[in-house]
């Protein structure tokens, strides 16, 4: 079983290693013949033109990814605190095969309700021309992340050992108290992994956002219709002529996207580090 548990650790190690690898080859190139500087702070994505600056799209994601981060993490976290220790049995027993079901609905579904419902609502609240926005993308990303954060954030509390409860209660503590400040930072590098989890499904989500986004690349505003980096190479992809600087710079956007999760785990778990250590 030790031989088998090491081969399987090794082939997901390959696998992340044969992607980064094939990344950078293929992103390199386009990164190369533009220039860094107007690859990654260009204002303009023109393939017909010759033009492919990636900043519109980069910032158009970080937003993005940050608006449905505030809106959906907070939501998600009591959610996982109510089940784990607050809901009665029969009351956890009907909500999470809700969130269960929240997580194997496929994304198209979520950007055809997107589309249906929210787009329309979103342009006659705030009178608009057309409510495909950032705003519509945020709200259906925050959506999307729940069942992430709440599953494992939920399991995370439920493997917080009895005995730091009782502890917690037997010195007088009040329930929500002990829920608070001894069972959430006893699992807070669960409650961080599933962050992670919602913010790589978060930046790395394409179809329900290309049917709610509008994807215009233009330099992010609430109300405007943008483009994510993840859209952009979905949109694109199918028409890229193999070899031209247009495929490549979208592998060249594939290598960001890359990056930017990989600069995420890596930040988490330097911060995680730091605060055992303290």
Do not use: H
């Amino acid at each position: 079983m030790q031989v088998l548990f090491l081969v399987c650790g090794l082939i997901a190690v390959a696998f992340v290693l044969l992607i980064t690898i094939y990344l950078i080859i293929s992103g390199i190139p386009a990164i190369r013949e533009v220039g860094l500087t107007e690859f990654l702070f260009g204002t303009t994505w023109a393939a017909g033109d010759g033009e492919f600056g990636i900043l519109a799209m980069i910032l158009t994601s970080v937003y993005g990814t940050a608006g449905a981060i505030v809106i959906g993490v907070p939501i998600g976290f009591f959610t996982a605190v109510f089940l784990a220790k607050v809901a009665p049995p029969k009351v956890a027993a009907v909500i999470r095969p809700m969130v269960n079901l929240l997580a194997g609905i496929p994304s198209v579904v979520y950007g055809l309700v997107g589309m249906i419902v929210l787009v329309p609502w979103i342009r006659v609240t705030f009178d608009l021309s057309a409510g495909d926005s950032l705003l519509a993308a945020i709200i259906v990303l925050a959506v999307m992340i729940l069942p992430s954060i709440i599953s494992v954030s939920e399991t995370a509390l439920q493997a917080v050992p009895k005995e730091y409860e009782e502890g917690s209660l037997a010195l007088g503590a009040t329930e929500l108290e002990t829920y608070f400040r001894i069972s959430v930072p006893a699992a807070k590098s669960g409650i961080a992994a599933a962050v992670v989890l919602g913010i790589g499904r978060a930046i790395g989500e394409a179809m329900a956002i290309i049917m709610v986004a509008g994807n215009v690349a233009n330099m992010p505003s609430i109300f405007s219709s943008v483009r994510f980096l993840t859209t952009g190479i979905a949109i694109e992809m199918n028409y890229a002529e193999v070899g031209s600087l247009q495929r490549n710079a979208l592998y060249s956007i594939g290598l960001v996207l890359f990056l930017f999760i990989m600069l995420i785990n890596v930040l988490l778990n330097v911060v995680l580090k730091r605060e055992k250590e303290d």
